[in-house]
């Protein structure tokens, strides 16, 4: 199976701050990754698939970057509603593989 | 608008068996996977499989083959999910989750609500 790396695994930040969350892959995949976004008590939301592209109505603070086995979720502004925790996933082979996660906390 | 809400709460005993619905709404059926992720209590997220509803072809992931099924009834747009021979690591959320594109398995871009599945004597 395809092991997804996620860095860092918390992350502390501030509203208006600008957050990247990495995410490495064991093997090639090439753009085939997604990131979702979960909110305690909450089903996940898809936020950029093909690893740049963001879901209509997605906000554009949310940008996705990468290919191969290097991956970033970037935002540009850290708002309010952001506090959440988000999953990396690849859809290159399978079985599907998520991210650990990385949780983004209020500093 | 698309929509997917799964069946409520389950109590199971190790050994049972349980089976989860989803009904889907919003969007033709038939057009797009869906596939089952579970998350157990404060974890992270694992895929277990899909199922196209258009033929009932389906993938499973090879840690559920043997115990899970993947069904769906096209008359009342709704996908099941049966896990058999349950343990008491199987205690989770699972998800069903609809596919991003027609007639394809790729991500997931609408879920369910989650349904809790427990597990315990």
């Known amino acids: 199976d395809i092991q997804m790396t996620q860095s860092p695994s918390t992350l502390s930040a501030s509203v208006g701050d600008r957050v990247t969350i990495t995410c490495r892959a064991s093997q090639r995949i090439s753009s085939w990754l997604a990131w979702h976004q979960q909110k305690p008590g909450k089903a996940p939301k898809l936020l950029i698939h093909k690893a740049s592209s963001l879901k209509s109505g997605v906000p554009s603070r949310f940008s996705g970057s990468g290919s191969g086995t290097e991956f970033t979720l970037t935002i540009s502004s850290l708002q309010p509603d952001d506090f959440a925790t988000y999953y990396c996933q690849q859809y290159d082979t399978y079985p599907w593989t998520f991210g650990q996660g990385t949780k983004v906390e209020i500093k | 608008q698309v929509q997917m809400v799964q069946s409520g709460t389950e109590v199971k005993e190790p050994g049972a068996s349980v089976k989860v619905s989803c009904k889907a709404s919003?969007?033709?059926?038939?057009?797009?996977?869906m596939h089952w992720v579970r998350q157990a209590p404060g974890q992270g997220l694992e895929w277990m499989g899909w199922?196209?509803?258009?033929?009932?072809?389906?993938n499973y992931a090879q840690k559920f083959q043997g115990r899970v099924t993947l069904t769906r009834d096209t008359s009342i747009s709704t996908a099941y999910m049966e896990l058999s021979r349950l343990r008491s690591d199987d205690s989770a959320f699972y998800y069903c989750a609809r596919d991003r594109i027609t007639y394809t398995s790729s991500t997931f871009d609408y879920w369910g609500q989650g349904t809790l599945v427990t597990v315990s004597s």
């Open positions: 919003g969007y033709i059926f038939t057009g797009y996977y």
């Open positions: 199922v196209n509803p258009n033929s009932g072809d389906t």
